[in-house]
């Protein structure tokens, strides 16, 4: 798992706020999650439950073209109930594949797209409070077209909206997707728009 390091991290200074792990009891173990309840040492001695989805990670991509749109998907997803627009992603295909590669290969996989210039964007943790999940966001440029290699479980829809469309859409609340959001923004500024 990737992690961040914060720059302005002082152990002598938030150390105090550390929760130390006593025990771990796995509670299921399925393909994408797997449940686990644990007790830790509170900073205060005292201990508390912690349960937590343990995840292997996941990319996003950001798809610019050289005119400025992006390639975006519509996807029904289940626990939502509802098709909602989001930037290709997926998860590792273990904890130990090359974390660039998933991206190249999600891209791919998804949108039939290769590109020719790729910047990360940094870590997102979409839930700190009950996963360890960590997506990490890249920006696509020169990008060339070829086919899509769709899971033969995966269903989706693929467009190109102009940028500022899609911040403007991010922005009246009409792409709740958090990793969506959070890329296309960092993508935008990073680009000048």
Known sequence: MREYKDPDYRPE??????????????????????LRKDTVRLPNGGTAPRELIVHVGAVCVVPVTE??????????????????????????DSNTEDIFEAAKRELREETGLTAERWTELGLYYPAAAYSDEVITMYLAQGLHKGA????????????????????????????PDGKTQVAVMKAARMLGR
Not at 15 to 34: K, N, S, V
Not at 67 to 92: C, H, M, S
């Open 13 to 34: 200074e938030f150390g105090r706020l550390r929760e130390t792990q006593l025990a771990a009891q796995d509670i299921y173990h399925g393909q994408i999650l797997h």
């Open 67 to 92: 005119d400025g749109q992006v390639y975006v998907e519509r996807q029904f997803r289940y626990p939502l109930g509802q098709v909602i627009t989001e930037i290709p992603a997926g998860k590792l």
């Open 148 to 175: 899509q290699e769709l899971d033969e479980d995966e269903f989706l829809d693929v467009q190109l909206l102009p940028m500022e469309k899609l911040i403007r859409d991010i922005m009246e609340g009409k792409v």
